[in-house]
């Protein structure tokens, strides 16, 4: 389930909250592209094809501060929303202040915000959670202090009033962050950029692996013909090691991960495996190449798999 979801209790007297809230539920019913935005930018932010960085800490200050900035940016560019007249958004003919923080609670809001309309985010790399909510920033819901530029947060009154769309929801999930650090000293210790990316995925069976981080450990714009499986690629030597490579792209690849029970990649996400090519006699779950050969799921230990041809894997090189 993408998100976890909380009652949406209709303000009776905030028509204009319930339009917004409305508008957002009918552009992203369930999060997804919400979600895909918040991943989207904070590994925009990492710029790990140039830098290699790969998490929130690695950051510098002026980065961290620019984040905000940036999810209003795209959230406007994915949902085209409209200028608002005084505020950021506007959204069902209403204006809409947007504010994220990464800790919940601690949005920062201008005087111009004060008894208007908010939308407020927040998400955790570390966690892959994410939430977003509207509220009225009313006078008598905001704290007391300010800070220099009289921006002031919710109060703990306040913030039951948030109406979330999303609370909780699943962010989709930065995998270099789920490794451990002897993991990633491994992964980043070839020289080359292929090398790199076939140690990322054998240090990650099972997991979901993003394009994004597959062009972090290639430190290239261009990791898809690194992952192909003629000369040069990771599919080929992976392929003579038991692993096989499927990526979301191929809806034929996708249906090979739920066959096998492994987590689907979405269209710019990968998931690898150890298989072996199944026995005439094996009657469990398997996968089809393009081939016609069948693949079916190891123990996640190297030395149970056991080596197939790439040819399975026929012309689709996502």
């Known amino acids: 389930?993408?998100?976890?979801?909380?009652?949406?209790?209709?303000?009776?007297?905030?028509?204009?909250?319930?339009?917004?809230?409305?508008?957002?539920?009918?552009?992203?019913?369930?999060?997804?592209?919400?979600?895909?935005?918040?991943?989207d930018t904070f590994d925009q932010l990492y710029d790990g094809v140039r830098t290699k960085r790969y998490s929130w800490e690695?950051?510098?200050?002026?980065?961290?501060?620019?984040f905000g900035t940036l999810i209003e940016i795209n959230l406007q560019r994915e949902f085209k929303f409209a200028d608002g007249d005084k505020l950021d958004y506007q959204i069902a003919g209403h204006d809409v202040d947007a504010k994220y923080s990464q800790k919940m609670g601690s949005w920062m809001l201008?005087?111009?915000?004060?008894?208007?309309?908010?939308?407020?985010?927040?998400a955790s790399d570390v966690d892959s959670s994410f939430s977003l909510g509207v509220?009225?920033?009313r006078e008598e819901w905001l704290?007391?202090?300010?800070?220099?530029?009289?921006?002031?947060?919710l109060s703990a009154a306040g913030r039951p009033h948030i109406h979330w769309l999303t609370r909780d929801g699943d962010l989709p999930p930065n995998?270099?962050?789920?490794?451990?650090?002897s993991d990633i000293a491994a992964i980043f210790k070839p020289k080359g950029g292929t090398a790199r990316i076939s140690e990322l995925f054998r240090r990650a069976p099972g997991k979901i692996v993003s394009r994004a981080a597959v062009c972090t450990a290639a430190a290239q714009?261009?990791?898809?013909?690194?992952?192909?499986?003629?000369?040069?690629?990771?599919?080929?030597p992976l392929a003579a090691e038991g692993m096989v490579i499927l990526s979301g792209a191929?809806?034929?690849?996708?249906?090979?991960?739920?066959?096998?029970?492994?987590?689907?990649?979405?269209?710019?996400?990968?998931?690898s495996a150890y298989v072996s090519p199944a026995s005439p006699e094996w009657a469990g779950p398997i996968a089809v190449g393009k081939d016609g050969g069948s693949l079916v799921l190891m123990p996640v230990e190297p030395a149970s798999a056991t080596a197939f041809s790439t040819d399975w894997y026929s012309d689709s090189l996502g």
């Open 1 to 39: 389930m993408l998100a976890s979801r909380y009652p949406h209790l209709v303000e009776l007297d905030d028509p204009d909250l319930n339009d917004v809230v409305a508008a957002l539920r009918r552009l992203d019913p369930d999060g997804e592209r919400t979600a895909q935005v918040l991943r």
């Open 135 to 137: 509220v009225r920033a």
């Open 175 to 181: 995998v270099l962050l789920h490794l451990s650090p």
């Open 110 to 122: 201008p005087p111009e915000a004060v008894n208007q309309l908010c939308m407020v985010v927040t």
């Open 250 to 271: 191929y809806d034929w690849q996708a249906r090979a991960a739920r066959q096998l029970g492994l987590p689907v990649p979405r269209r710019t996400e990968y998931v």
């Open 143 to 153: 704290g007391k202090g300010q800070n220099r530029d009289a921006k002031r947060t």
């Open 58 to 66: 690695q950051l510098f200050k002026t980065e961290k501060t620019h």
């Open 221 to 236: 714009l261009d990791p898809t013909r690194r992952l192909r499986g003629g000369k040069g690629g990771a599919r080929g």
